[in-house]
């Protein structure tokens, strides 16, 4: 796969892709190497010290993920790198990295190739581009993906009350957990649109930010721009969709973050992985976590169970044709 230079620009709009309500932090390190790896001083501290295996609440597996296995994941992945906020503690740096071992190695199984980074150019942060009110986001110009830290504290539905929980609660029903297959979806998007099948103006497959409605598919068949438009177009279709559109755009929000293409497609690709999940029988909240089910069901941004049956096999055909490619 070669990859070429970028030759559009990304807009302010595009800068940060993420939702879901949450806090975070400016400071971070990057770590691709030194942090990380044998011989470190945290590697040592983990050899003498151990931790409390929190990671295994996210899966049925009851691997055990050492230091080696975390060390050979970017290179195994071929990741751009990791990185880690200053304020997060060894023990939570080790059981995030397990984490997102266990995470990586599942969705290997799903997408059908172990090229994740995309030779290098994707990387994965913990707690540390973090902004607030999201609890992970994809940075188009860095290519990073980040996801937020675990809360300090859980807020009770009923009465709006923080509720102090154990940090085992905390680390696996807060933060960024589950939000890996969204942002990932991001990444596929702006990665193909900026380095293998440009555009003078879109750095994404999508359109990026654009919410309007596509009428006409520009591309050359069997591209993989062609190919996401005709998705895109699809999810336009929909009852969801225009239900989700309507009332949008009578709020006078018809430049909403839920009608972005890129989003759109970021939240199929969602709904795809958890498809793919339950076939090969993998049980993964780190990769993914259902979200705003109320919002689906009042909403309409995510499609029905029928509706997704219609789409698919245009999101399979994509994701064949992509793997060819992150495998070669």
């Known amino acids: 796969m070669i990859l070429k230079k970028p ?28 942090r990380i790896s044998v011989g470190s001083r945290l590697n040592d501290y ?25 060390n050979r994941a970017v290179l ?20 995030y990295l397990a984490a997102l071992v266990i995470a990586l190695s599942d969705l290997t199984k799903i997408v059908g190739y172990t090229n994740i980074g995309f030779s290098g150019t994707i990387g994965i942060a913990f707690g540390a581009r973090g902004y607030q009110h999201a609890a992970g986001h994809f940075e188009p110009d860095t290519m990073m993906i980040n996801l937020t830290r675990y809360k300090r504290y859980i807020i009770n539905p009923l009465t709006g009350q923080k ?22 979806g991001h990444a596929i998007d702006y990665f193909f649109g900026t380095y293998v099948e440009q555009d003078r103006f879109y750095r994404s497959l999508t359109y990026g930010h654009d919410t309007s409605l596509i009428t006409k598919n520009v591309y050359k068949k069997g591209t993989l721009r062609y190919q996401m438009i005709e ?3 699809a999810i336009q279709q929909t009852a969801s969709y225009n239900k989700m559109r309507d009332g949008l755009v009578k709020k006078g929000e018809s430049d909403s973050y839920w009608l972005r293409h890129n989003e759109l497609w970021a939240r199929l690709f969602e ?20 979200k705003y089910k109320r919002l689906a069901k009042t909403m309409g941004c995510y499609q029905t169970q ?23």
């Not at 880690?84 to 740096?93: C, I, Q, V």
């Not at 399979?316 to 490619?325: E, F, H, N, Q, T």
Request: net charge positive; glycine share 8%; charged share 30%.
């Open 46 to 70: 983990w050899d003498e010290n151990g931790f409390t295996q929190v990671y295994r609440g996210f899966s049925k597996t009851n691997r055990t993920v050492s230091a080696v296995d975390i």
């Open 231 to 233: 998705i895109i177009k």
């Open 306 to 328: 029928t509706e997704f049956s219609k789409i698919r096999p245009l999101v399979d055909k994509l994701m064949r044709d992509i793997a060819k490619l992150a495998s070669n």
């Open 163 to 184: 509720i102090d929980v154990d940090k085992k609660t905390k680390f696996v029903e807060t933060g960024g957990v589950g939000a890996l297959a969204h942002e990932y």
């Open 7 to 34: 030759i559009a620009k990304l807009s302010k709009v595009e800068t940060r892709l993420g939702l879901v309500p949450t806090f975070g932090s400016k400071k971070y390190s990057v770590d691709t190497n030194t």
């Open 76 to 95: 195994k992945f071929r990741l751009k790198g990791i990185e880690f906020g200053r304020w997060l503690t060894n023990d939570d740096a080790y059981n």
């Open 271 to 290: 709904v795809w992985v958890s498809y793919k999940m339950r076939e090969k029988g993998i049980t993964n909240t780190f990769l993914h976590k259902e």
